[in-house]
């Protein structure tokens, strides 16, 4: 298929591909400043919370890699637990659902450790942002439509609500504005102390929820080495669990001993590697998880589908890659879960609380049953690559489709040689339950094909919403010059300086 995506953004200084194109805007300003990899990571996220309102926000999580020059990859695991006090069950919807929010921990520990800016100038896009406004995109005003029902529910003195929202319309949010002023001012305390952390106890408590503000002064951001695994002959670093960024691993680990370039197979060996990893995803949160399942055989048939099923369809959150000419990469994953999170404002702060405890997952409390102050498994799953001598990181947002979007897109550059527009470019598959759904535009013949193996073939219909909006961008070192790459879905967008 000819790709038909948006070119690759080239520079001599920093990349950045991001979930937006006003957040690409915010981190190519913060390069343009001095700033490096992180800082730009930290100014896009910040903006992607003002403009991507429905999928990821203060009130969610971080996960993301960070590349050093020497090679060494840190994983950020921005999460957080579920309350001290929580006694279960978990209920449906509402700030029962809500975890403790990771996201501003998180982008301040990497920043502290790895930045070069002033921790406040990084805020200022997102403040212009929220103040004076942005026009409203197709996906915010759609996902205000989807839940209109919710937010009348939990969030009916959102200022966002005040009119009517139709693509252009500019949307102001000036009590979030604020906060962001505090965080920037005086950094994560302003969100985890406080009246802030005060107003977020309150808020769930209002609703049943257990959230309280000593969860909020306790939470930490789990650091580790990233988990790595060879594909192709390049080397994959993934996000540790509890995320399932490993599932990618095991995928492409199965693929790695297919020979045969042949796209029906392919795809098919990549179904069935990515439902057998998915039977392992309650292990996730088990201690030295990530050992045993890079072991584990996936019994994979190379001819027939046994259609196990395993991921579902719920597709959000969004995604951030940036690089600098120094060597340092950064792929991220930010998210409040399901869309607008559980749907609950925090007025007083102008965001939305996650709904992050939903992905618990079993009954079994030793596993990914849902327990007080644990963190459930996670489907935020940013990947980063180095080959040769370029190392970049791809990620994308899509719920359990994360690893399957990413899978392909790495197998299609990898395995296949494709180019970095041509991988993202092509349709995508997915997993859902037990159906293969393919996109709109797959090729006929390969998905008849499928259907003879066994799969219970199903064409998605218009929106390319489930098949994610995947974002690259890396340093190739041969010359120290820096790219980027974004998904035609979505609102991703690149650009470089």
């Not at 009517?164 to 920037?184: E, F, K, N, W, Y």
């Not at 080959?387 to 395995?415: E, I």
């Amino acid at each position: 298929m000819t790709a038909l995506g948006r070119p690759v953004a080239r520079g001599t200084r920093g990349a950045v591909a991001c979930g937006h194109p006003l957040a690409t805007d915010a981190a190519l300003e913060v390069f343009r400043r001095g700033g490096g990899a992180v800082d730009a990571a930290v100014a896009a996220a910040a903006a992607l919370s003002v403009v991507l309102p429905e999928a990821c926000g203060l009130g969610g999580d971080a996960l993301f890699l960070v590349r050093q020059p020497s090679g060494e990859v840190q994983a950020f695991n921005g999460s957080g637990r579920s309350p001290a006090r929580f006694a279960g069950p978990v209920p449906r919807d509402g700030a029962g659902t809500a975890a403790v929010p990771g996201l501003v921990a998180a982008l301040e520990d990497a920043q502290r450790q790895y930045g070069h800016m002033a921790w406040n100038r990084l805020w200022e896009p997102a403040v212009r942002l929220a103040t004076d406004g942005f026009p409203a995109g197709e996906w915010l005003v759609g996902a205000l439509d989807r839940h209109r029902e919710r937010l009348a529910r939990g969030a009916s003195g959102w200022e966002v609500l005040a009119q009517p929202v139709a693509i252009g319309t500019i949307v102001r949010q000036r009590s979030l504005g604020v906060l962001l002023r505090r965080i920037a001012a005086e950094g994560a305390p302003a969100f985890y102390l406080g009246p802030v952390a005060e107003a977020i106890a309150c808020t769930a408590a209002r609703e049943g929820g257990a959230l309280t503000a000593h969860d909020l002064s306790a939470h930490d951001t789990v650091r580790r080495a990233s988990i790595v695994s060879r594909f192709r002959g390049a080397i994959v670093h993934a996000q540790p669990p509890v995320s399932q960024a490993i599932f990618a691993l095991m995928a492409l680990k199965e693929l790695d001993g297919v020979e045969d370039l042949n796209r029906e197979l392919r795809v098919h060996v990549g179904v069935e590697a990515i439902e057998a990893a998915f039977q392992h995803r309650a292990e996730l949160n088990t201690p030295g998880a990530e050992q045993a399942l890079l072991n584990a055989p996936l019994l994979v048939d190379h001819a027939l589908a046994r259609r196990r099923g395993g991921p579902t369809m719920p597709s959000h959150t969004t995604a951030v890659a940036t690089a600098d000419s120094d060597g340092v990469v950064v792929s991220m994953v930010i998210s409040v879960f399901g869309e607008f999170g559980c749907a609950t404002l925090v007025p007083e702060g102008g965001f939305f609380l996650n709904d992050r405890m939903l992905g618990f997952t079993d009954g079994l409390a030793l596993r990914n049953g849902a327990a007080a102050s644990k963190r459930p498994v996670h489907t935020l799953s940013p990947l980063l690559v180095e080959q040769d001598k370029r190392a970049f990181a791809a990620a994308t947002p899509g719920a359990d489709g994360q690893v399957q979007t990413l899978t392909q897109v790495l197998d299609a550059m990898l395995a296949e040689g494709s180019g970095i527009t041509a991988a993202l470019d092509r349709r995508r598959w997915r997993s859902v339950g037990g159906t293969l759904v393919v996109e709109e535009g797959f090729e006929p013949d390969v998905a008849e094909a499928l259907a003879g193996r066994g799969h219970d073939v199903a064409w998605a219909q218009g929106s390319a919403h489930p098949f994610g909006a995947a974002v690259v961008a890396g340093v190739d070192q041969r010359h120290g010059g820096v790219f980027a790459a974004a998904d035609l879905r979505r609102e991703a967008w690149a650009g470089a300086y």
